[in-house]
């Protein structure tokens, strides 16, 4: 098994944080060696400027089996997870979004939909209770009737 890379600025776990246990922790450290060993061919192919090192061969194979084993044991502890993954996440990360940021616009607007919809409740509410007070102010005869209908018809209160 690889070496935990150092945690990226935006990641959700701090270097110091463990991984999860059991084979979930496993697939996230592989998946950390996996990106170290992309860092490191990245590094290598821009690097590579010569024509033969170490007797004949250049340093970018060692790295592209290195990447090869990560990828080989990625899919045998894949074999063993059933965690689902939604379809939209891995378009986003296909087209380069950070699934964390998409997480957050999700939440902020999902908060903000929740706030929009109090208020309009709010809104129907105060409305209800003032065209209560207008019809018990008319129509006295009415005022018990809409008292007793006045809880079934505001449960947040």
């Known amino acids: ?25 496993d697939f996230e450290q592989e ?8 860092y490191n061919l990245g590094v290598t192919v821009i690097n590579d400027t010569t024509r033969d090192l170490q007797g004949g061969s250049k340093p970018v194979g060692p790295r592209v089996n290195d990447v090869v084993s990560n990828l080989s044991n990625l899919d045998d502890i ?13 378009a986003d990360i296909d087209n380069s979004r950070n699934p964390m940021q998409l997480t957050k616009e999700r939440l902020e607007r999902a908060a903000a939909e929740n706030q929009f919809m109090n ?39």
């Open 31 to 38: 998946l950390m060696g996996l990106a170290n060993s992309l």
């Open 1 to 25: 098994m690889a070496q935990p890379a150092p945690a990226a600025p935006d990641s959700p776990r701090s270097e110091q944080t463990p991984p999860p246990p059991g084979m979930q922790g």
């Open 78 to 90: 894949a074999q063993h997870l059933t965690t689902m993954i939604p379809m939209q996440v891995l």
């Open 119 to 157: 208020g309009k409740i709010a809104a129907i509410n105060s409305y209800r209770q003032y065209l209560d007070e207008a019809i018990a102010e008319n129509f006295p005869e009415l005022e018990t009737v809409l008292k007793e209908k006045a809880p079934e018809s505001n449960p947040q209160e």
